[in-house]
């Protein structure tokens, strides 16, 4: 099923405020992204 199909069918909706979160989502994977380069050095 491609995405536009999902969004007709009601599966996916838009998020307005995704832009807002992004900057935080990026640094939070940022901290797992040290924790795991963390981890490899052991």
Known sequence: MRFEECVYRGL???DLRAAER???SLKIAE???KSAEKNIEI
Request: proline share 0%; hydrophobic share 45%.
């Open 31 to 33: 901290r797992f992204l």
């Open 12 to 14: 996916v909706k838009r």
């Open 22 to 24: 992004a900057e935080s």
